[in-house]
């Protein structure tokens, strides 16, 4: 009898942790408009991002950027030296990551990984140039356009409620 009882009470002990670890992962389910609106928050205030390219050694290389602001598609456009390494790098590899985040207001962060183009297109430049831009010599001959379309995308936000799960600490990611 105490054979049956020791055994009931593990059964009992299996199955509540069970449950406890559905509610926690039933937790960290996370609507895709919530993230996505969690996302837009933290890039809106964020005026710098981090970018990063691979090099021809396959090591990462990571730079600050000024990016233009962001859509609801979550598309990134950059400008930059048409001449730069990272130019090289994105036509030799276009796998990026640009990472936003302010960690001196510590409200999270969001993480893109996606596929860079180079865009050589100078009337569309022009239609997205910059006031400072004014003060660089021959910007229009110097500079091209960086579109980044997102493939996915990692998000925390503790407004948002959007945290990582607790067990594997992964950050909720939506696919594009």
Not at 1 to 29: C, D, E, P, W
Not at 50 to 63: A, C, F, Q, S, Y
Request: glycine fraction near 4%.
């Amino acid at each position: 009898m105490r054979t049956i009882y020791t055994i009931g009470k593990a059964i009992g002990a299996f199955l509540i942790s069970l449950l406890i670890h559905q509610t926690i992962s039933a937790q960290n389910v996370i609507p895709r408009d919530t993230v996505l609106a969690g996302a837009k928050d933290i890039i809106s205030q964020t005026i710098y991002c981090g970018l990063v390219t691979t090099d021809e050694t396959g090591l990462p290389k990571i730079r600050t950027m000024n990016p233009f602001p962001v859509k609801d598609d979550f598309v990134i456009w950059i400008a930059t030296s048409r001449s730069s390494e990272k130019v090289m790098e994105m036509r030799n590899n276009p796998a990026v990551n640009v990472y936003f985040a302010d960690h001196s207001k510590a409200i999270g962060y969001v993480s893109i990984s996606g596929k860079a183009e180079v865009i050589d297109d100078k009337e569309l430049l022009v239609k997205m140039k910059r006031d400072y831009w004014d003060g660089i010599p021959n910007w229009k001959n110097n500079f091209v356009l960086i579109k980044i379309a997102p493939v996915t995308m990692e998000v925390i936000n503790y407004k948002y409620s959007i945290n990582n799960n607790p067990q594997t600490f992964k950050a909720p990611e939506v696919q594009f």
